[in-house]
T-cell receptor, first 116, second 112 residues
Framework: NAGVTQTPKFQVLKTGQSMTLQCAQDMNHEYMSWYRQDPGMGLRLIHYSVGAGITDQGEVPNGYNVSRSTTEDFPLRLLSAAPSQTSVYFC???????????????FGPGTRLTVL | TQLLEQSPQFLSIQEGENLTVYCNSSSVFSSLQWYRQEPGEGPVLLVTVVTGGEVKKLKRLTFQFGDARKDSSLHITAAQPGDTGLYLCAGAKTGTASKLTFGTGTRLQVTL
């Protein structure tokens, strides 16, 4: 198993450009999520999905869209990039949603995005 | 609003020293997890605690969940250079389907 894969690893955008960050997992996990990591702020949840066709907003969803057409893939779209979206983005997956949050979340290696 | 505050933010110690990292909140969590993250990689789960007062040991690492389930601590005995990394606590609330709130992080450096 490859686990959770993310592409690209690095990306530089100009303000106003759009792009899609790719995330895929081969563990048949139902739950997938996107986080952004900024210095001194830990990880903040952007969007998450509890299964194919179901998505919901996290803590910082503005400026980002997601869709979940398959169990394996969970792309994150930046509609019109802004410098405030410069960050490291992590995708994560877990086996199934747990009411107590005790599932192990498996993280991808991250995408480092810079918006000029 | 950051619900989980970690302290200290940075810690630089020598091999063999002991240290404790704290994770504090005013909110109650149904469970709390600790992750370690190395440069250029995603976080990796170390432990999950679910019961108030629970203590779990992982070799030289001891994790404790507060009685009121609002705080947690990570104690490392005889730190080694391999312990270097960013330590993150993450809390989940009942019924939130694995939505985690992450702490601010503690960056640990252990030198020879």
């Amino acid at each position: 198993n490859a686990g959770v894969t993310q592409t690209p690893k690095f990306q530089v955008l100009k303000t106003g450009q759009s792009m899609t960050l790719q995330c895929a997992q081969d563990m048949n996990h139902e739950y997938m999520s996107w986080y952004r990591q900024d210095p001194g702020m830990g990880l903040r949840l952007i969007h998450y999905s509890v299964g194919a066709g179901i998505t919901d907003q996290g803590e910082v969803p503005n400026g980002y869209n997601v869709s979940r057409s398959t169990t394996e893939d969970f792309p994150l779209r930046l509609l019109s990039a802004a410098p405030s979206q410069t960050s490291v983005y992590f995708c994560a997956s877990s086996y199934r949603p747990s009411g107590r949050g005790t599932d192990t979340q498996y993280f991808g290696p991250g995408t480092r995005l810079t918006v000029l | 609003t950051q619900l989980l505050e970690q302290s200290p933010q940075f810690l630089s110690i020598q091999e063999g020293e002991n240290l404790t990292v704290y994770c504090n909140s005013s909110s109650v969590f149904s469970s709390l997890q600790w992750y370690r993250q190395e440069p250029g990689e995603g976080p990796v789960l170390l432990v999950t605690v679910v019961t108030g007062g629970e203590v779990k040991k992982l070799k030289r690492l001891t994790f404790q969940f507060g009685d009121a389930r609002k705080d947690s601590s990570l104690h490392i005995t005889a730190a080694q250079p391999g312990d270097t990394g960013l330590y993150l606590c993450a809390g989940a609330k009942t019924g939130t389907a694995s939505k985690l709130t992450f702490g601010t992080g503690t960056r640990l450096q252990v030198t020879l």
